[in-house]
């Protein structure tokens, strides 16, 4: 499995905004093909996909919540994903987890489903966020 290691969580006030980073291991192979996904999950919640980005052809899909505040993108040169997150609201705080798996990300079940955490098959350790 690979690697993945998240980082830029904290502690901001409402409209506050923070960027998230996730970093995979060398084992995800420089050049392979692989879909990105964002989650999140508060207390006492299930865990929800925020945005998910295929680093094929870098196109991205957000939920509801997400759009027009998030934005996913990716070095893939350094293997690295950013979810850039605006105008956070309380509602906002959670755990935030990246995710991969090989392979193109499946749009159309997401845009149909949601971005489903069944898809994905690596998984970091999370990093808190804290609107306030």
């Known amino acids: 499995h690979v690697q993945l290691v998240e980082s830029g969580g904290g502690s901001v006030q409402t409209g506050g905004s923070l960027r998230l980073s996730c970093v995979a291991s060398?084992?995800?192979?420089?050049?392979?093909?692989?879909?990105i996904g964002w989650f999140r999950q508060a207390p006492g919640q299930e865990r929800e996909g925020v945005a998910a980005?295929?680093?094929?052809?870098?196109?991205?899909i957000y939920t509801d919540s997400a759009k027009g505040r998030f934005a996913i993108s990716q070095d893939n040169a350094r293997l690295m994903w950013y979810l850039q997150m605006n105008d956070l609201k309380p509602e906002d705080s959670a755990m935030y987890y990246c995710?991969?798996?090989?392979?193109?990300?499946?749009?159309?079940?997401?845009?149909?489903?949601?971005?489903?955490?069944?898809?994905?098959?690596?998984w970091g350790q999370g990093t808190q966020v804290t609107v306030s």
């Open positions: 060398e084992y995800i192979g420089i050049g392979s093909r692989y879909c």
């Open positions: 980005i295929y680093n094929g052809d870098g196109s991205a």
């Open positions: 995710a991969s798996v090989l392979g193109a990300c499946p749009m159309t079940v997401f845009q149909a489903l949601g971005i489903k955490q069944g898809v994905f098959g690596s």
